[in-house]
């Protein structure tokens, strides 16, 4: 039982190492596709964007590799006596600290792609009010629509 408990745990640690790397994977992504973005390099971005979804996809279903053995190491109740391989929870430990530092890092550079998305979209809407586009194109906001409707 208690091998069976070590194997669990190091089959887990494996997993997560395999998180961290898609995390890395993930991260020089976004970082293109921020270049791509400034660039407007808009093959580039589809491309990159497909690269990233697919990434996504794999790390998700690593993700549910990761809880279905955990569920099944939390199951198998330990006697008091048996212990984890210290070697093992180790490399377990170590690995789970390193995946949660590498998904706050991805956190940020999310957080400062979704900036500059925004800033972006904020610049363009700002260039076609300023610029004018014609009304078949551009429509107002539909509150604006909505005010000057009950004015009326």
Known sequence: MNQQRNQILATVTGFMREQGEAYENLDAITRKLSTAMVQNDLPSIEKLTKRGESELTRMRSKLLDIMSSLTKFAEQRPSENEKLDAQTKD???QCARDLIEKAREF?????????LALAGSSFAAACIQTCGVPPTTYNKPVLKQQVN???N
Do not use: G
């Open 107 to 115: 956190k940020r550079l999310v957080d400062r792609t979704a900036n």
């Open 91 to 93: 490399a377990f430990d």
């Open 149 to 151: 409707t009950d004015v």
